[in-house]
C-alpha cells in the first residue's frame, strides 16, 4: 500500500515568490492534514481536511496562505507571496476517519521550504 | 502553540540500555499518542493510549498515563541504533464530536550510542 505521496520534496523560493505543495493520502482515507514543522519542534497544524470540507483552518494564515481539496482526494497548499519566516517543513497527513476515533495519522515525508 | 511539552529535549544512551521520555500536557485529552521522526523524515505513528488507560505495550515500547498529574511516560527497551530519531508525543482533546485534532509536543531527541 502507497503511503502518503508528498511532492516537491525541497523548494528554495526568493521571498514575495508564490509556491505550491501537493499532498495524495493513502486511499481511502476522509482525513486529511496539512503541518507546519519548524526546526527542533513538533508539528503544528495548519488546516484539517474532512473530505473535501476544511473543518479546521484556525490555524492557518489567510492573508498568505491557501488550501483546497477539491474531489476530496489530493491536495495543494499555497504560500504567496512567501516570507522569509515560512521557512519550514510542511507536512501532509492522512487518517482514515478522524470523526470515528481513528486517529492514527500517517503523515508524508515532508517538503522543506527555504525562502532566500 | 504546542500543547505537550517532552522531557528531556535530548536523551543519550549506550545501544542496549532503556531509554524514557517523558510528556506533559494542559488540558483534559481524549487520547494520547506517540510518534517517532527519523531525520529528514515524516512521523511515523507508534502507539495510543486512551484517557482511561493506564498501560499499553507494543513490542519493546511501553507506555504510561496518569491523567491526574497529565503526564505520559514512553519506555524503549533494549534500546537500537535504529531508534535513534525524535519523538513526539501529541494529545486529542476531549470532545463531544468524534472529531480528533491532535496537538504535538516539542519533541525528545533519542540517540542511541553502538
Known amino acids: 500500500e502507497a503511503g502518503v505521496v508528498q511532492s516537491p520534496r525541497y523548494k528554495i523560493i526568493e521571498k514575495k515568490q508564490p509556491v505550491a505543495f501537493w499532498c495524495n493520502p493513502i486511499s481511502g482515507h476522509n482525513t486529511l492534514y496539512w503541518y507546519l514543522q519548524n526546526l527542533g519542534q513538533g508539528p503544528e497544524l495548519l488546516i484539517r481536511?474532512?473530505?473535501?470540507?476544511?473543518?479546521?483552518d484556525s490555524q492557518l494564515p489567510k492573508d498568505r496562505f491557501s488550501a483546497e481539496r477539491l474531489k476530496g482526494v489530493d491536495s495543494t497548499l499555497k504560500i504567496q507571496p512567501a516570507e522569509l519566516g515560512d521557512s519550514a517543513v510542511y507536512l501532509c497527513a492522512s487518517s482514515l476517519d478522524s470523526a470515528r476515533g481513528r486517529s492514527e495519522q500517517f503523515f508524508g515525508p515532508g517538503t522543506r521550504l527555504t525562502v532566500l | 502553540s504546542q500543547q505537550g511539552e517532552e522531557d528531556p529535549q535530548a536523551l543519550s544512551i549506550q545501544e542496549g540500555e532503556n531509554a524514557t521520555m517523558n510528556c506533559s500536557y494542559k488540558?483534559?485529552?481524549?487520547?494520547l499518542q506517540w510518534y517517532r521522526q527519523n531525520s529528514g523524515r515524516g512521523l511515523v505513528h507508534l502507539i495510543l493510549i486512551r484517557s482511561n488507560e493506564r498501560e499499553k505495550h507494543s513490542g519493546r515500547l511501553r507506555v504510561t498515563l496518569d491523567t491526574s498529574k497529565k503526564s505520559s511516560s514512553l519506555l524503549i527497551t533494549a534500546s537500537r541504533a535504529a531508534d535513534t530519531a525524535s519523538y513526539f508525543c501529541a494529545t486529542a482533546p476531549r470532545s463531544n464530536f468524534g472529531n480528533e485534532k491532535l496537538t504535538f509536543g516539542t519533541g525528545t531527541r533519542l540517540t542511541i550510542i553502538p
Open positions: 488540558t483534559s485529552i481524549n487520547n
Open positions: 481536511y474532512e473530505n473535501e470540507e476544511a473543518v479546521d
